[in-house]
């Protein structure tokens, strides 16, 4: 079930031409079941440690939302970093899988040389903003004297992950691009082990407070990037990792900065949306901003089925659109989503159900308490059809269309949700319950375009005949 085993094309040379087993034929339920499974256990441990973190925040003062409001100003900080380190990964994981299906492993090995100088680049720029901009970046989102202390000490000792975060979306992109889901899940697997050990320890132990996560968080990435490395060897798609200056090209770079700035925009566009809601809610109560990032960590954790289904959609696209397998590309779009849809579902369900005991494992704050629980039962059946728009950015990306998905984004986030949310909060005045109704209307209306735009059309054929004519020619060429 877990297995990333590669196997010889029947037609092809048994040394060169790779393709994971069931990935071109048979059923694609046991297909994104295999490949997303090793990414859900993967993703699964990276939420837990993340609710980890908030819980033993959340007991260095358990009768003051404080903390909590303090280190949740700077998550979307942190996002828009996985945001590029995912741009990175997607852009990579995009090109190789469709190399992969053309049997193109010299591709392969310019796409990661391109990769690399990517991530040393962006290192490098945003170590140096962050450090520069940090007090005037704190108060512009927010960050009173209440909470500016608590938010300062977590950016401040998080500015050391920038590096280990951008390499190891590189590794992601490389393996998840090869189909070897199941290094990513060991590697997430033991980074979340590590930081769950090192968290209490560096918080209580060494009394570091709340600098205590972002250290556990900077050692756990260490050793996780470490771990890609020595994996590198596994890889037996039929090439091998090495840097070289004659896999430099400008081309590639463009290639992976088309497919990886559209999913950097995605997740940079939901950053800003958190931010803004983040910056309402902030001026409405510290303690419902309390609420909005502990309800974002569990909310998380029920949604990591969907985004393993959506990792693996990405490679099974990616690889059958390279080999012209329309039909299959928009089958495994449908049957992602009814996997996705269901399973998010029956997990929202049980939260709505579960909230008023788990809420208080967190915090002793009644108000915080209220808040969380009231949250939950107004959006969390919202939750499943983000699927929807969700997986249609996913294959849109796959494909190499990429800006499609950053207008589904936009839809979700930017152009309904955050007019909604200010028209409910203040012009209408429903204080934090407009937030909570603002922000869903996003979610139905980008669900409704994205289903109608993802359907077989003469535009989806001209777009592979292009790709397939475009791959053939750099084949020829190299």
């Given amino acids: 079930m877990f ?15 790779y393709s994971i087993s069931g990935m071109y034929d048979g059923s694609l339920y046991t297909l994104i079941i295999r490949l997303a499974l090793p990414m859900f256990i993967g993703m699964l441990t990276q939420v837990t440690y993340t609710v980890a973190d908030i819980f033993w925040l959340s007991h260095i003062d358990t009768g003051s939302g404080a903390i909590i409001a303090g280190v949740g100003l700077i998550f979307p900080i942190g996002m828009v970093l996985y945001a590029i380190a995912n741009g990175i990964q997607i852009g990579i994981g995009s090109l190789l899988s469709r190399a992969t299906g053309m049997r193109h492993f010299e591709r392969a090995q310019q796409i990661l040389s391109v990769g690399m100088t990517i991530v040393v680049f962006f290192t490098v720029v945003l ?18 004297d209440m909470i500016f202390l608590y938010a300062a000490d977590f950016y401040y000792y998080s500015l050391p992950t920038v590096f280990s975060i951008l390499f190891g979306g590189a590794m992601m992109g490389l393996f998840q691009g090869a189909g070897k889901t199941l290094i990513i899940m060991k590697a997430s697997l033991l980074g979340a082990i590590i930081n769950i050990i090192l968290d209490p320890i560096m918080i209580f132990i060494f009394d570091f407070g709340v600098k205590g996560v972002a250290l556990a968080s900077f050692i756990a990435q260490i050793i996780v990037v470490s771990y890609f490395v020595l994996s590198l060897p596994s890889l037996q798609a039929g090439f091998k990792y090495k840097f070289c200056f004659r896999h430099l090209s400008w081309l590639t770079y463009k290639q992976i900065l088309s497919v990886g700035l559209a999913q950097m925009l995605m997740q940079i566009i939901i950053s800003v949306g ?5 910056f309402f809610i902030v001026r409405l109560d510290v303690n419902a901003m309390a609420a909005f990032t502990l309800t974002g960590r569990i909310d998380y954790f029920i949604m990591t089925p969907m985004l393993a289904i959506a990792a693996a959609l990405l490679t099974i696209v990616g690889q059958n659109w390279g080999r012209g397998k329309i039909e299959r590309t928009l089958k495994a779009y449908r049957v992602s989503m009814i996997l996705a849809f269901s399973v998010v579902l029956a997990l929202s369900i049980i939260h709505i159900i579960l909230a008023p005991y788990v809420y208080p494992l ?11 629980i009231l949250q939950i039962r107004i959006m969390e059946l919202a939750l499943p059809f983000i699927a929807i728009s969700l997986l249609a950015s996913e294959y849109y990306q796959a494909i190499g269309k990429s800006w499609y998905s950053v207008f589904i984004t936009l839809i979700r986030h930017v152009f309904i949700s955050v007019p909604a949310v200010y028209l409910l909060t203040f012009s209408l005045d429903m204080g934090i319950i407009g937030v909570y109704f603002g922000a869903m209307s996003g979610t139905f209306i ?33």
């Avoid at 297995?3 to 031409?17: G, I, M």
């Avoid at 993802?454 to 777009?463: H, N, T």
């Fill in 127 to 144: 170590g140096a903003f962050a450090y520069l901009f940090a007090e005037p970046l704190l108060r512009g989102l927010g960050a009173n």
């Fill in 446 to 478: 980008s669900a409704l375009l994205a289903f109608w735009l993802l359907r077989m059309s003469p535009r989806l054929v001209a777009w592979n005949e292009q790709c397939l004519n475009a791959q053939q020619l750099s084949k020829e060429v190299s």
């Fill in 362 to 372: 967190f915090t002793q704050s009644e108000e915080t308490c209220h808040y969380a």
């Fill in 274 to 278: 958190i931010i803004i809601y983040n």
């Fill in 3 to 17: 297995s990333d085993k590669v196997e010889p094309d029947e037609n092809h040379s048994a040394t060169s031409n």
